[in-house]
């Protein structure tokens, strides 16, 4: 099933949705006292994410941690450019 872009989601019990966000899809590997993150392509962005990636290291356990990495905005909402001039601003540092 492809997803459809709709004003609202349909009512009922056979429906499924979930919201759509438009960031950065990203895989934390933790193992012992490393922590290191990763694009979907397999690019480690470690340095990118840092402060994410520590405190995910703090968990203090091994695992695998994957989602999508947005900014949100004062109200809850995507902040896209945000979470582009950040990543922009993190790959001229390293």
Sequence with gaps: MIPTLVDKPPEGKEWMHEVKYDGYRTQIVIAGERARAFTRRGFDWTKKYLPIVEAARRLGRDCH??????????????????????????????
């Design 65 to 94: 941690l994957g989602g999508e990495l947005i900014v949100q905005d004062q109200n809850g909402g995507q902040a896209s450019r945000r979470c582009a001039a950040r990543s922009k601003a993190a790959a001229a540092i390293g």
